[in-house]
């Protein structure tokens, strides 16, 4: 069974610019979660949805970040415009769904520089 | 909300069992504790959860005191390959999740 898919795996962009950031969680996966992780901590909710709802945005940046996932499977989330405090990894996790206990599956990451 | 407080880094020699420690002081009674082990360029990955006394699996044991104000992730017999950032996390079930700052573990030969 394939795991979550995340891509790109790396990304460097120039601040004030735009950036997204895709994945695709593990087949029949109802919950999905975007993480921040800065260097040396742990990861840091940004959005969780169920289905295509994003059932708990309340630490999203929404003045420049925004997340989709319009079908309920993949989920794209962007950065708009990227300042240099944005340089971290990008996480993405999913879960069957149905209890908050459920055990996370998680992408690679995408690791994004700002410069 | 709890907050999980662990050490930053540990190191421990191949073949001897390795303890980390996870406090959790503000823990709620229905709040599960949860560890997960991260390689570098990785995601974590899920090691093992419970809510009190000792659960066992195939790679850990977790052992949670009845005041459930810490826990603690025990790996019997550790290798190289054991050599990771270990988090703690602590969740509720409306899905408030806690997630500690990491152990870095080194296992040297």
């Known amino acids: 069974e394939a795991g979550v898919v995340q891509s790109p795996r790396y990304k460097i962009i120039e601040k004030k610019q735009p950036v997204a950031f895709w994945c695709n969680p593990i087949?029949?996966?109802?919950?999905l979660y975007w993480y921040l992780q800065n260097l040396g901590q742990g990861p840091e909710l940004l959005i969780r949805?169920?289905?295509?709802?994003?059932?708990?945005d309340s630490q999203l940046p929404k003045d420049r970040f925004s997340a989709e996932r319009l079908k309920g499977v993949d989920s794209t989330l962007k950065i708009q415009p990227a300042e240099l405090g944005d340089s971290a990894v990008y996480l993405c996790?999913?879960?069957?769904?149905?209890?908050?206990?459920?055990?996370?599956?998680f992408g690679p990451g995408t690791r994004l520089t700002v410069l | 909300l709890a907050k999980t407080t662990q050490p930053i880094s540990m190191d421990s020699y191949e073949g001897q069992e390795v303890n980390i420690t996870c406090s959790h002081n503000?823990?709620?009674?229905?709040?599960?504790i949860t560890w997960y082990q991260q390689f570098p360029s990785q995601g974590p990955r899920f090691i093992i959860q419970g809510y009190k006394t000792k659960v066992t699996n195939e790679v850990a044991s977790l052992f949670i005191p009845a005041d459930r104000k810490s826990s603690t992730l025990s790996l019997p017999r550790v290798s190289l390959s054991d050599t990771a950032v270990y988090y703690c996390?602590?969740?509720?079930?409306?899905?408030?999740?806690?997630w500690g700052a990491g152990t870095k573990l080194i296992i040297k030969p």
């Open positions: 503000n823990i709620a009674t229905n709040d599960y």
């Open positions: 996390l602590v969740g509720d079930s409306n899905y408030q999740l806690i």
């Open positions: 087949s029949g996966h109802n919950t």
């Open positions: 996790a999913s879960t069957p769904g149905g209890q908050s206990s459920d055990t996370q599956y």
């Open positions: 949805y169920e289905n295509e709802e994003a059932v708990d």
